[in-house]
């Protein structure tokens, strides 16, 4: 874990060799080495997992697909040769550690926050969950379709509260013209999250937590993506994250299932209510100060025996 995070922090960190690219092979500020390093503990715990699994197809005792990895290992091309290599298998796999570790998480850790210091937020979400799952089962991802006042609270939250400050670089192939802007061909292009969630000239009171600006009509879905590019939820487009539907869903299951089942209150300090503390951790997006509020349970202790 220490090393998903050390990588994850330095993904945005600012170099010197960024803007003067001769410097890179002097890695001035250890950036390389520390990555490095962390990379190489994360391999220590996933490699050998990998060169097992890959031994057990290799030799017919696993042929089956029970989890990505072995989705990983089992495609072939054209000529029914193994597609990726064990190197880029591997790779794969870090990959998926890196962009998966921390993002649902983080998004219900805010949306929970927002919601908690407005409790009306909260009242209203439950209803709807006791309306439309019922008071005897668990949140099921068939029932996300109707839940509208949910998932417009985590769209609001990705608006406000985005998981990275920015997307992944971009780099254009040609010359080109967006929005009246001359972008030229082999142009790093960064969007940024916050740059479009908190804008202004978009959003009517862009640091305030709606969920009803997300609302059309009553009847309307709430989808978590904006078409329009007025925010960004994980990514969008064609290079776009692969798990972003995945992501999406396990993120409004969990804010669901925390919500039915528990009635939530802020800490309080010898009977004096505290709010939860909306900053952001410096140089990071997410909370600060991890969350921390009082959990009651709402429902019959038979409906908890489900997760089991």
């Not at 600012?14 to 001769?22: H, K, Y």
């Not at 850790?109 to 209203?124: D, G, K, R, V, Y």
């Not at 142009?187 to 202004?200: A, K, P, V």
Request: charged content about 20%.
């Amino acid at each position: 874990m220490d090393g998903l995070f050390t990588t994850l922090s330095h993904l945005y960190r600012f170099s010197i060799a960024d803007c003067v690219p001769l410097l890179e092979m002097f890695d001035l500020d250890s950036h390389k080495k520390i990555v490095t390093n962390a990379i190489e503990c994360m391999r220590k715990y996933h490699d050998p997992e990998i060169n097992n699994r890959v031994k057990l197809w290799q030799s017919g005792a696993r042929n089956t697909n029970g989890d990505i990895l072995d989705v990983l290992i089992s495609l072939k091309d054209s000529n029914n040769n193994p597609l990726l290599s064990i190197n880029e298998i591997r790779a794969q796999v870090n990959e998926i550690f890196l962009a998966t570790i921390d993002n649902p998480t983080n998004i219900v850790e805010w949306t929970m926050a927002e919601m908690i210091n407005q409790p009306h937020f909260l009242h209203l979400a439950s209803k709807e969950l006791d309306e439309v799952v019922g008071k005897n089962k668990l949140v099921q991802e068939s029932d996300l379709s109707k839940l509208n006042y949910i998932k417009s609270c985590v769209k609001e939250a990705f608006r406000l509260h985005p998981v990275g400050p920015f997307n992944l670089p971009h780099v254009s192939t040609a010359d080109t013209v967006v929005g009246g802007y001359f972008i030229p061909k082999g142009s790093h292009i960064l969007l940024s999250h916050l740059g479009l969630g908190r804008n202004s000239r978009i959003w009517e009171d862009p640091l305030m937590f709606k969920r009803e600006r997300h609302i059309v009509n009553e009847t309307s879905e709430v989808e978590l993506n904006d078409p329009e590019l007025r925010m960004l939820s994980f990514s969008i487009g064609r290079r776009g994250c692969p798990g972003v539907r995945l992501g999406s869903t396990m993120a409004t299951i969990l804010l669901a299932r925390l919500i039915k089942g528990f009635v939530w209150r802020p800490p309080s300090d010898h009977d004096h209510v505290l709010g939860i503390d909306l900053i952001e951790l410096h140089g990071d997006l997410s909370l600060a100060t991890p969350l921390i509020a009082h959990a009651i349970p709402r429902l019959e202790p038979q409906v908890y025996q489900q997760i089991m």
